[in-house]
């Protein structure tokens, strides 16, 4: 069996285990995330939160910018907290302190070690415990819960309005007064809050570990790393050493490829003219406008980093606070990466081809038309979002998503995956007629496809949760679309690209590119897989 077949069944295998584990991890998430309940009630039966207000206030906390200020189970922006972490913490401290001053009329952190250790065991005891019951759909509360719930609603409800008691804490935070501008929606969002936190501390059905896998590490109540967690770890690195290792005894191997004789011309002198490329120029002037604009904003965002209100004394928080600009820093990241990829393959397709199949030029022009609606419409639609001038169903549709990298409304994230299908369609068709010579270059262009037909595809995994969708279950989603097509695919494609220009260069055998193409894919998507893999491991879930 020669080379190249023999790598084709190996990225078979990879391709195939991989999203067998992928889907096992998948399925153990949609069975174990943390149940929202129908009702959050205290001991005597009082309705504290409703299920719905859950789920609106995870909506709510989206709108606001979600992941792009402070985190939420570890993911999103680094200026403010980790909400859960800081619930967490605060809880524990409110209700230590409650008691501390019951029992022994003192700070908790006045008291001696012993005192301290018998509030803590009792906290621990309380927090941990599951009380959500399956059958009636009610989560229960214990007392000192109830009260804590109460304290920490005052606290944010101050800090996401406008206590002017919190104003150097928004400055250190870079949010603005009023981010949220109804009592009513921060109270939803206090709700959202809770529900997130109580699933980092609450111990799963029969287990002794949180939904969270125990984390943020929080020693108060006894959320420490767990051996499981180190295991992994110790062997993400082993398995990383041995394939580096098996790499470079591959290279040493692998020995010199012949020498390629040194083009008389100019390769790409060569190259068919068609009238569609001209077209393609004006992606390239955007892609540059992107960049700019991109590198503006995380100038802007790096600076909210020490004067969180505003920008060398001018206001800007009040029309451009942080959430605006380190989400447009990090979405236009992925449009101009997107976009110059997708030009370089509108530029070679019909180049390769030499020349245009019907309708090739309109439909690159409807194409740029498109994707310019999407990138300044998702930007608005953003700034809306988080100015809280959409009501909910608006901000899902075409306000901000809350999900760092997939901030966009729902109908850009359709409207661009129907634009990636576009594409395919538009670079496809110039090179099917040379699919049918079987050149030599026929494996190189067969992977130009797959790698090119995946970017389309695999933009959908951003789709597969709704508006109401349990966090956990969008979070596994979210982990498709980062790391299967931001950091796999698209590194697949980028290779192929850059392999197929250097083949027409004339700097690189046809048969060199396409067998180390194949062979760093197995790499990109073995290494890719199996570390989203060893995350849902972790993960295992920490849901
Ligand atoms: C002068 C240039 C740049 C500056 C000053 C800058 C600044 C920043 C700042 C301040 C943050 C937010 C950190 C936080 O508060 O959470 C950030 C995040 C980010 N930036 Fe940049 N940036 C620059 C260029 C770039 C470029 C060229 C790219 C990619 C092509 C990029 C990609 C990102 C990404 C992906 C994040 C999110 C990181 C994360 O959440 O872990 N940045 N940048």
């Not at 942080?322 to 019909?350: C, D, G, S």
């Amino acid at each position: 069996m020669d080379k190249e077949r023999r790598l084709w069944i190996a990225l078979a295998f990879v391709m195939s285990i991989s999203f067998a584990v992928l889907g096992y991890y998948g399925y153990q998430i949609y069975q174990q995330a943390p149940p929202i309940p129908d009702r959050i009630v205290t001991p005597d039966q009082q309705t504290v939160f409703t299920g719905e207000e859950i789920k609106d206030g995870q909506n709510i906390w989206q709108s606001m910018g979600g992941q792009e200020v402070g985190s939420v189970w570890g993911h999103g922006a680094y200026v403010a907290p980790d909400w859960t972490a800081d619930w967490l913490h605060r809880e524990s401290l409110f209700i230590l302190n409650k008691h501390a001053h019951k029992e022994f009329h003192k700070e908790y952190n006045a008291l001696n070690l012993e005192q301290q250790a018998v509030l803590k065991i009792r906290l621990q005891k309380d927090v941990r415990k599951n009380t959500y019951d399956p059958k009636t759909r009610i989560t229960t509360l214990s007392q000192d819960r109830a009260e804590a719930i109460a304290y920490l609603s005052a606290y944010y409800k101050g800090l996401f309005m406008d206590d002017p008691q919190f104003d150097k804490l928004r400055n250190d935070y870079a949010i603005p007064k009023m981010s949220i501008k109804d009592p009513e929606r921060m109270r939803r969002m206090n709700g959202f809050f809770f529900w997130a936190t109580w699933a980092t501390v609450t111990e799963r059905p029969d287990s002794r570990v949180s939904y969270t896998h125990n984390w943020p590490s929080e020693e108060l109540v006894a959320n420490v790393v767990t051996p499981d967690l180190l295991i992994w770890s110790g062997v993400s690195i082993i398995i990383l050493l041995i394939a580096i290792g098996l790499l470079v005894y591959n290279h040493v191997l692998s020995g010199k490829d012949d020498e390629l004789e040194t083009p008389v011309e100019d390769p790409l002198l060569r190259e068919g003219m068609a009238p569609s490329i001209l077209h393609v120029k004006k992606y390239f002037l955007i892609v540059s406008l992107l960049i700019v604009l991109q590198v503006l904003m995380g100038i802007i965002t790096a600076h909210y980093g020490v004067e969180g209100n505003g920008f060398y004394g001018l206001p800007l928080d009040q029309f451009l606070p942080y959430a605006v600009t380190r989400t447009w820093h990090t979405q236009l990241a992925i449009f101009w990466i997107a976009t110059a990829w997708l030009a370089t393959v509108l530029y070679i397709a019909p180049a390769v081809g030499g020349n245009d199949p019907k309708f090739q030029v309109i439909g690159v022009n409807f194409l740029f038309c498109a994707l310019l609606v999407i990138v300044l419409g998702s930007m608005a639609g953003q700034w809306m979002g988080i100015m809280q001038k959409l009501n909910l169903i608006q901000n899902f549709w075409f306000g901000h998503q809350g999900f760092e990298y997939v901030d966009l409304g729902r109908f850009w994230q359709v409207f661009l995956l129907v634009g990636l299908f576009l594409w395919l369609a538009l670079m496809v068709r110039p090179l099917l007629p040379i699919l049918r010579r079987k050149t030599e270059e026929k494996n190189l262009i067969v992977m130009f496809l797959i790698s090119c037909t995946a970017i389309a595809m695999f933009y959908g995994a951003g789709l597969m949760w709704g508006r109401r969708t349990n966090l956990a279950i969008a979070e596994y989603w979210r982990w498709w679309f980062v790391h299967l097509w931001v950091e796999g695919f698209f590194e697949v494609f980028a290779t192929v690209v850059i392999a197929f220009l250097f083949v027409r260069l004339g700097l690189l055998k046809t048969k060199t590119a396409t067998t180390n193409v194949i062979f760093s894919t197995v790499i990109f998507l073995s290494g890719g897989m199996a570390d989203l893999t060893l995350r849902k491991k972790t993960r295992e879930v920490k849901l």
